[in-house]
């Protein structure tokens, strides 16, 4: 049996092939076929992955989903007692609708970590808070926006006009905004995508300080094991939208509902990658198609060994 990195061209080019075939779709209006096309050219690729695989975090449960369920089974060695067992969060193509209409910031994305050590998150909200390995043991999410602005003052020695803040633009988020402007610190607002803004607040060269605000949880697993291979800090807390989803998420969680999640919770192993490809410009470059050939973006961190590796290849078309 292997690790997981063992695995990491092969998860490279899972995201790949994803972000190839949504970009077909770039700027056509039609978010619901570009993300179809992504699932399909994932899960294609992941016939061929040499491993005892599972979906962990997918496109939904079994009956509403045809691919990339949440249990369904992957890889040429399904059931192999030498296989490596993995667990798969994926998110063929994040921000299905700046694809839709050729915004910056759609990526193909997965999370992959050895069986049972990645959180299987409810199809529910959650609020965040992502920073970066300075600010790791001085924010929380916990403290409420003022204090960790004060926070990331002190320790960044900066006054409050220059620390960074990024957040979804979602009308939930009224009285977040009101509470950063009030102290002072730029607010920054993506339309889609937390999972970029997260990894960028993590890292210590990205162009924000702290992400805040709520997003979708499933995509805070697969950013909280983004963020253990930069080193940064993530927090999150389940948010319900109806007593359903509440009850929902019990079954998945337990005891858990209230529970303050850290990345250590969400990914509970070293032993796990995180692989990203860029579909529209943004966190990554965008595919790009050349006269005579397909040139892919990506992006890999390697949670072990705290590696982060970007390269870009060439495909005959």
């Not at 998110?91 to 994305?109: F, Q, R």
């Not at 109806?242 to 969400?266: C, F, I, Q, Y």
């Amino acid at each position: 049996m292997g690790t997981t990195a063992d695995l990491a061209h092969h998860f490279l080019e899972a995201v790949d092939q994803a972000a190839i075939a949504s970009a077909a779709w770039r700027g056509k209006g039609d978010k619901n076929a570009a993300d179809d096309a992504a699932v399909e050219a994932m899960r294609r690729t992941f016939d061929a992955v040499p491993f005892d695989g599972r979906v962990a975090i997918g496109e939904g449960e079994r009956d509403e989903a045809p691919m990339l369920y949440i249990g369904e089974p992957l890889g040429s060695m399904v059931g192999h007692p030498d296989a490596t067992r993995i667990d798969i969060a994926v998110d063929p193509l994040e921000c299905t609708n700046n694809c839709a209409d050729n915004l910056p910031n759609s990526i193909a994305v997965l999370a992959a970590a050895p069986r049972g050590t990645l959180l299987h998150a409810p199809d529910c909200y959650m609020d965040k808070l992502a920073a970066g390995p300075l600010l790791a043991d001085h924010v929380a999410l916990e403290g409420g926006v003022a204090y960790n602005v004060e926070q990331a003052m002190h320790v960044l020695d900066r006054p409050a006009e220059e620390v960074r803040i990024v957040a979804l633009d979602r009308e939930r988020h009224r009285d977040l905004f009101a509470e950063i402007k009030a102290t002072g610190a730029q607010l920054d607002l993506l339309g889609d995508g937390d999972v970029s803004g997260a990894i960028w607040a993590a890292k210590d060269d990205g162009p924000f300080d702290m992400l805040m605000g709520i997003g979708a949880a499933p995509e805070g697993v697969i950013s909280a094991t983004a963020i253990r291979g930069v080193g940064g800090m993530f927090e999150g807390r389940l948010v319900f939208r109806s007593p359903e989803e509440e009850a929902r998420a019990g079954t998945m969680v337990g005891d858990d509902l209230t529970r303050l999640w850290k990345a250590h919770d969400l990914c509970k192993s070293e032993d796990a990658i995180f692989a990203a490809s860029g579909v529209c410009d943004g966190y990554l470059p965008g595919v790009n198609v050349g006269a005579t050939h397909t040139t892919t973006f990506n992006e890999l961190i390697d949670v072990a060994g705290k590696t982060v590796v970007r390269s870009e290849r060439e495909r005959p078309l």
